[in-house]
């Protein structure tokens, strides 16, 4: 049975949305993070751990995230996986990025976690 990921082929009443997506702020950032740690020289990750660590994730969240969601939830989970953080290490620096953007006056705000 195919996973949630593997639509190739399937029918679907909408038609494919062939727009180019928003390059914004954020998906420059997880796209230089992402590079940055598969980069030979840090080796913290393989491009095909990565790829199996997106289609991993849970259905309902798989289908409810943007690209570049999907690709920080993936990345957050194969190091969390890997040993490299751990998920309260990763959720106090949310917490603490998340402040320091609350005391700027019109920062960014999101749900890109």
């Known amino acids: 049975m195919p996973a949630v990921h593997d639509l190739g082929g399937k029918p679907t009443p909408a ?8 390059v914004n702020f954020f998906a420059r950032r997880v796209t230089a993070l ?7 020289r840090l080796r913290a990750f393989q491009t095909d751990e990565f790829r199996r660590s997106i289609e ?8 409810s995230l ?13 190091l969390v996986s890997k040993g490299v953080l751990t998920d309260e290490e990763i959720e106090a620096r949310v917490r603490e990025v998340e402040a320091r953007l609350a005391a ?3 920062a960014p705000k999101g749900k890109n976690r």
């Open 104 to 106: 700027k006056p019109g």
């Open 34 to 40: 992402v590079t940055m740690l598969r980069d030979t």
């Open 56 to 63: 991993g994730l849970p259905p309902e969240q798989y289908l």
């Open 66 to 78: 943007s690209y570049y969601e999907k690709w920080i939830q993936g990345l957050r989970r194969l």
């Open 15 to 22: 038609p494919i949305d062939r727009k180019a997506e928003d």
